[in-house]
C-alpha cells in the first residue's frame, strides 16, 4: 500500500459547484497533515493544515479521520480560479522522509 | 522578503554529466529540504538539512548529493545524469523540522538531461 494515496482525478466541475476530495494513509503513527496547492508549471503552496478537530478557512474545509486514516479537503462555491492540482501532505515526523507527498488530484472548474 | 529562490531556472544536460543546483532558503529559515517532481507525479523526497546536518535521505541512489552552508543555503549535486533524471527538483525551507513543519517552496529549477 503506498504511504499517500490520492484520487488523481480530473474533477471537472462547474462554477459554484461544491467538490470534496479525499486523501488516505497508511502509516499511523503520522503526526501531521496539509493540503498543498499546485498551479501548472508552478511550486506547491500550502494551502491549508489539518487537525483533528477540522478547521475552516473561507470556502474551504479539511478533516482528519484518525481512526479510518483518510484526510478531506471540501471546497464550496467554486471558482475557476480553484483550478489547480491539489496535493495530500503527511508528515512522519520520524524515520528518513519526514514529509510525504501524494500524486495529487487536478480539479478543473468550468464556466 | 524574498521566498525562496533557485537557480537556475532551466538547465539543459546530456547523459553523463555532472550537476549543481543551488538554493537559498526564506531568511531566518534554517531547514532546507529538496524534492524531486517528475511531469505527473507528486514531489519526490530526496534531502532535507537542518542547522547544517542531514535529516533525512529519501531513496535515490549515491549519485545525488546535498549540503548546507553556514547561511543555511543549500546545493544539491547529481552525478552521472542519466534520462530519467530530468524532473522539476523543487527546493523547500521551514522554519522548524519536525512535526509542525510547514513548507515553503521555490519556483524549482527544471532540468532536462539529454
Known amino acids: 500500500r503506498k504511504e499517500v494515496e490520492q484520487d488523481p482525478g480530473p474533477f471537472n466541475v462547474p462554477e459554484g459547484a461544491t467538490v470534496a476530495f479525499n486523501c488516505t494513509y497508511s502509516?499511523?503513527?503520522?503526526?501531521?497533515f496539509f493540503w498543498y496547492r499546485q498551479d501548472c508549471r508552478k511550486e506547491p503552496k500550502l494551502l491549508m493544515s489539518?487537525?483533528?478537530s477540522g478547521n475552516e478557512d473561507g470556502r474551504f474545509t479539511a478533516q482528519l479521520n484518525r481512526a479510518s486514516q483518510y484526510i478531506s479537503l471540501l471546497i464550496r462555491d467554486s471558482k475557476l480560479s480553484d483550478s489547480a492540482t491539489y496535493l495530500c501532505v503527511v508528515n512522519l515526523y520520524s524515520g528518513n522522509t519526514p514529509l510525504v507527498f501524494g500524486k495529487g488530484t487536478r480539479l478543473s472548474v468550468i464556466a | 522578503d524574498a521566498g525562496v529562490t533557485q537557480s537556475p531556472t532551466h538547465l539543459i544536460k546530456t547523459r553523463g554529466q555532472h550537476v549543481t543546483l543551488r538554493c537559498s532558503p526564506i531568511?531566518?529559515?534554517?531547514?532546507v529540504s529538496w524534492y524531486q517532481q517528475v511531469l505527473g507525479q507528486g514531489p519526490q523526497f530526496i534531502f532535507q538539512y537542518y542547522e547544517k546536518e542531514e535529516r533525512g535521505r529519501g531513496n535515490f541512489p549515491d549519485r545525488f548529493s546535498a549540503r548546507q552552508f553556514p547561511n543555511y543555503s543549500s546545493e544539491l549535486n547529481v552525478n552521472a545524469l542519466l534520462l530519467g533524471d530530468s524532473a522539476l527538483y523543487l527546493c523547500a525551507s521551514s522554519l522548524v523540522a519536525g512535526a509542525d513543519e510547514k513548507l515553503f517552496f521555490g519556483s524549482g529549477t527544471q532540468l532536462s538531461v539529454l
Open positions: 489539518v487537525y483533528s
Open positions: 531568511s531566518g529559515h534554517k531547514s
Open positions: 502509516n499511523s503513527a503520522s503526526q501531521s
